[in-house]
């Protein structure tokens, strides 16, 4: 299951995985390059966890929980373009094994997220 955050950000809760929102992807267009951090850094919660540079400008991605990074998408060296294909998917960002997985239950539900993005389209 996906929990997401407000700055557009979403975590898998049962594998680790977090990525950006595809709302995310498509507002910030042709991604060219991700900066990501090395496996075993430790984050904590709304830390700046790497930066995403595109066509349009860089922005920074935020650790949606607290904890180590175990894995990252070494796909995304030589192809940054598959966070635009499949933002939520293949274009997964790094893998966090959670140091407080509590923090999992401040997160927004699918529904929630969606709501939220109506709410900011207002």
Do not use: C, R
């Amino acid at each position: 299951m996906k929990k997401y955050t407000k700055s557009h950000e979403w975590v898998d809760t049962e594998t680790g995985l977090v990525g950006i929102t595809n709302h995310a992807q498509e507002e910030l267009g042709d991604i060219v390059y991700v900066d990501l951090p090395e496996t075993g850094t430790e984050v904590n919660k709304g830390d700046v966890l790497l930066s995403i540079e595109s066509v349009k400008a860089a922005s920074d991605v935020y650790a949606p929980v607290s904890g180590k990074i175990v894995e990252i998408n070494s796909e995304l060296d030589s192809s940054p373009e598959l966070v635009n294909e499949d933002a939520e998917g293949k274009g997964w960002l790094v893998k966090i094994e959670f140091s407080n997985p509590s923090e999992l239950e401040e997160l927004l539900s699918e529904e929630e997220y969606k709501k939220f993005l109506e709410s900011e389209g207002e």
